[in-house]
């Protein structure tokens, strides 16, 4: 009963992050991770899933990559975190609508205090994972895997 129970919360947990990531990559948060990750937990089940890790994971690696690359590659990156950590924190914050608002208020600021939260955190994920590339594909010196086909 338990390696059911496991199973399914496995599979569950696989396809919550797949969906979550499929989201954020038109949404602000961490799509590739968040596919990555759904992907490795899929892939200990399903064969289709094993195989999409090694894609995504290069695509990732590739990115990280890229956005390390140049100084001003950085300084974007870290201004779009600090943007998404600002923006997170006005959504929280959740002032009144301003006078030059078009649209009703109730459109002002849609989504409350956990849209803010989740915007917060991606900014704050964002600088975590800029470090980390940095530290590893300009600090060590290593490159992304090379793109197949």
């Known amino acids: 009963m338990t390696r059911r129970v496991k199973r399914v919360a496995l599979e569950v947990l696989g396809w919550l992050l797949v969906l979550v990531g499929l989201a954020a990559l038109v949404l602000p948060g961490p799509g590739l991770l968040c596919l990555f990750a759904g992907l490795v937990v899929l892939s200990q089940q399903y064969e289709w899933a094993e195989r999409r890790v090694d894609p995504v994971e290069r695509a990732a690696l590739q990115a990280a990559y890229e956005g390390v ?3 001003p590659r950085i300084a974007m990156s870290v201004a779009g ?11 929280m914050v959740s002032p009144d609508a301003p006078g030059w608002w078009p649209l009703r208020d109730s459109w002002w600021l849609v989504g409350g205090f956990w849209t803010g ?8 994920i964002s600088w975590g994972l800029i470090v980390y590339s940095y530290r590893r594909f300009r600090v060590r010196g290593e490159k992304p895997p090379a793109r197949r086909g």
């Open 69 to 71: 690359s140049t100084a």
């Open 81 to 91: 975190g600090a943007a998404l950590v600002a923006l997170g924190v006005l959504w």
């Open 117 to 124: 939260f989740s915007l917060a955190v991606s900014g704050v």
